[in-house]
């Protein structure tokens, strides 16, 4: 009988292994030039009218997720700074001037600076979050990385992956009772999925195993 139980687990833990397919909420576009070894500046996102104030952790988790993805070193940026750096949303007028790139360059001393805008938080019941994210390089303004993603937290498929990374989080042995589903309570836990998501379609560099 225990013989069978552990054998079991050992299934258990090979098929976590395997991450789901992304969610069809998701979608990106890169460059090799994104997994570069570059100083980012992260902005703060910008927010769409009906997004309350909730939404800003976004931001500190999208900084947090790019961290720990580990080829960058990453600098948030506060919202007064990038208020007198950046005034303008550059993504819901789709521009931004070399000026502005020179200008964020010199002040904080990057390569490139990621934007982002946040279309849709609802915290709970259930959790969703729309966002859009860019990495833009601030010599020559080239769109390094961009992705998109809305996940909706009644989605099968969102619930897949985020049980996948619930899991790889704390360890497939050490699930709680609840499990992945405590995200679905804590808007920050969600986020922090959802960012992680967003930055895990930053290529690894060539030749550096998955």
Known sequence: MIRGVLLFSALMLLVGCTRPAAPQGLSFQTTPQASEALRVGVLPFWQGEKVGRSAQQITDNFAASLRTLGR????NVTP???????????????RITTDALVR?????????????????????????IGMTAHLVSCLDGSVLWSATAHLDSCRQDVQDDL?????????AGNRS??????ALSSPATFARYATDRLVETIPYPEGEAK
């Not at 007064?80 to 789709?94: G, K």
């Not at 600076?113 to 959790?127: A, K, L, M």
């Open 72 to 75: 960058h070193e990453v600098i």
């Open 80 to 94: 007064e700074r990038r208020r007198i750096l950046l005034p303008d949303d550059a993504l819901a007028t789709n």
């Open 104 to 128: 964020l360059r010199e002040a904080l001393q990057v390569d490139a600076v990621v934007i982002g805008r946040i279309e849709q938080f609802d915290s709970f019941d259930p959790p969703v």
């Open 163 to 171: 049980e996948w990374w619930s899991d790889h989080q704390n360890g």
């Open 177 to 182: 009772i609840a499990g992945w589903r405590l």
